[in-house]
């Protein structure tokens, strides 16, 4: 069975400090990967999403960015955090043209 | 401009009460939808989807129903239970390439005993 895996759980960040959130996935191959953010009490925003390796794409410009460097491996980066960063960021993954499974999530809280 | 919505933010039921949660979509070029369900502080989880090439499905206490003439989703959970509060979203699938979902805002669904 698939599963899907992200870290930390929670993080608390500075203003202006930098950022990497992990997420993988184990037991399928070639998945389509994705981030998104959702703020408190809030839907949720796609960020960035993957169809291979080293193939990202942004829906939202912003300070954030995104690479996959492995094909099971999705990692989201700033160089930089704002306030408006602090949110709960989930990966997900998919094959092409069914549902999207999400992982635990992190919180990110910039203060 | 393309977007998801719910009707409503919030629906309180009773226990054992049929709950109704519905979403509107813009984009008649949608083929597929899904419902899920988020309870606090972790992710959501998948419930049913939904292609456009029909107009009903059923799982197990939930049917999904799709209008395409009114561009309208529902959610139907049967004989609701306090495990199903949470927060239900419908999403649309956008675009081909990496099958990127839009997601409405969320209907909370408060269940008492």
């Known amino acids: 069975s698939q599963t899907i895996h992200q870290w930390p759980a929670t993080l608390v960040q500075p203003v202006g400090s930098p950022l990497s959130l992990e997420c993988t996935v184990e037991?399928?191959?070639?998945?389509?990967l994705y981030w998104y953010r959702q703020a408190a009490g809030r839907g949720l925003q796609l960020l960035f999403y993957?169809?291979?390796?080293?193939?990202i794409s942004s829906e939202v410009p912003q300070n954030l960015s995104a690479s996959r460097p492995q094909d099971r491996q999705f990692i989201l980066s700033s160089k930089k955090l704002l306030l408006s960063d602090s949110g709960f960021y989930l990966c997900?993954?998919?094959?092409?043209?069914?549902?999207?499974?999400f992982g635990p999530g992190t919180r990110l809280t910039v203060t | 401009g393309e977007s998801v919505g719910l009707h409503l933010p919030t629906l309180s039921v009773q226990e054992g009460d049929n709950s109704i949660i519905n979403c509107a979509y813009s984009?008649?070029?949608?083929?597929?939808f899904i419902w899920y369900k988020q309870e606090s502080g972790k992710g959501p989880q998948f419930i049913i989807d939904?292609?456009?090439?029909?107009d009903k499905r059923q799982g197990q206490r939930v049917t999904v129903l799709l209008n395409k003439t009114v561009k309208h989703l529902s959610l139907q959970i049967a004989a609701t239970q306090p495990g199903d509060s949470a927060v239900y979203f419908c999403?649309?699938?956008?675009?081909?390439?990496?099958?990127?979902?839009?997601f409405g805002k969320g209907t909370t669904l408060s269940v008492s005993s």
């Open positions: 997900a993954w998919n094959r092409p043209s069914y549902e999207q499974y």
């Open positions: 037991g399928t191959s070639n998945p389509n």
């Open positions: 993957s169809v291979g390796i080293g193939q």
């Open positions: 984009n008649s070029a949608s083929d597929y």
């Open positions: 939904i292609r456009s090439n029909m």
């Open positions: 999403a649309e699938k956008k675009g081909q390439a990496g099958t990127a979902l839009i």
